[in-house]
T-cell receptor
Framework: EAQVTQNPRYLITVTGKKLTVTCSQNMNHEYMSWYRQDPGLGLRQIYYSMNVEVTDKGDVPEGYKVSRKEKRNFPLILESPSPNQTSLYFC????????????FGPGTRLTVL | AQKITQTQPGMFVQEKEAVTLDCTYDTSDPSYGLFWYKQPSSGEMIFLIYQGSYDQQNATEGRYSLNFQKARKSANLVISASQLGDSAMYFCAMRIQNRDDKIIFGKGTRLHILP
């Protein structure tokens, strides 16, 4: 089954404790992306990757890191989480063209205390 | 600057009626794609429909159609014969073919279908 998986689905942590949210896709997509969703703000792109070893900042990259060492994986790293990073996070993948439909993971609800 | 605007934060519609969700966009690039996604209360993001900037005809997918007016830069989603299961948040998104390849979402419209 074609899918994007994210782990964990729910996470409660404390300020400053490094965490990683994993994302994996099995559709051989070159393009992968991370979004955060906040009430009233829609989805905002954090980082995206056009292919292995290629990453670029989206609209809200501050406080986040990513890496793309393999085509299928695109982890999101919060080195020192803060309460303003409490949000719903989505990973998505697609082919690298403006016609490419994005396929989303199930989302990760993160709470930073 | 590229931008997506959804002006309706919330809408209430009677079941079986048609509903139009508004989306306007702003870009100077000639090649772009417009997408609509549905997010039910369970939280997942579901792709509904796509319209390319060079497409001559409006896209349709079952009960969904996209009213694409290029000169007005609008890409409204039309849902015919609404059902209770259509109650959800709806997002309009734009993807542009340029060197950045960012993807931009609107803030969404929450649709409530009334029985």
């Amino acid at each position: 089954e074609a899918q994007v998986t994210q782990n964990p689905r729910y996470l409660i942590t404390v300020t400053g404790k490094k965490l990683t949210v994993t994302c994996s896709q099995n559709m051989n997509h070159e393009y992968m992306s991370w979004y955060r969703q906040d009430p009233g703000l829609g989805l905002r792109q954090i980082y995206y990757s056009m292919n292995v070893e290629v990453t670029d900042k989206g609209d809200v990259p501050e406080g986040y890191k990513v890496s793309r060492k393999e085509k299928r994986n695109f982890p999101l790293i919060l080195e020192s989480p803060s309460p303003n990073q409490t949000s719903l996070y989505f990973c998505a993948s697609s082919f690298p063209d403006y016609t490419g439909v994005q396929y989303f993971g199930p989302g990760t609800r993160l709470t930073v205390l | 600057a590229q931008k997506i605007t959804q002006t309706q934060p919330g809408m209430f519609v009677q079941e079986k009626e048609a509903v139009t969700l508004d989306c306007t966009y702003d870009t100077s690039d000639p090649s772009y794609g417009l997408f609509w996604y549905k997010q039910p209360s369970s939280g997942e993001m579901i792709f509904l429909i796509y319209q390319g900037s060079y497409d001559q005809q409006n896209a349709t997918e079952g009960r969904y159609s996209l009213n694409f007016q290029k000169a007005r830069k609008s890409a409204n989603l039309v849902i015919s014969a609404s059902q209770l299961g259509d109650s959800a948040m709806y997002f309009c998104a734009m993807r542009i073919q340029n060197r950045d390849d960012k993807i931009i979402f609107g803030k969404g419209t929450r649709l409530h279908i009334l029985p």
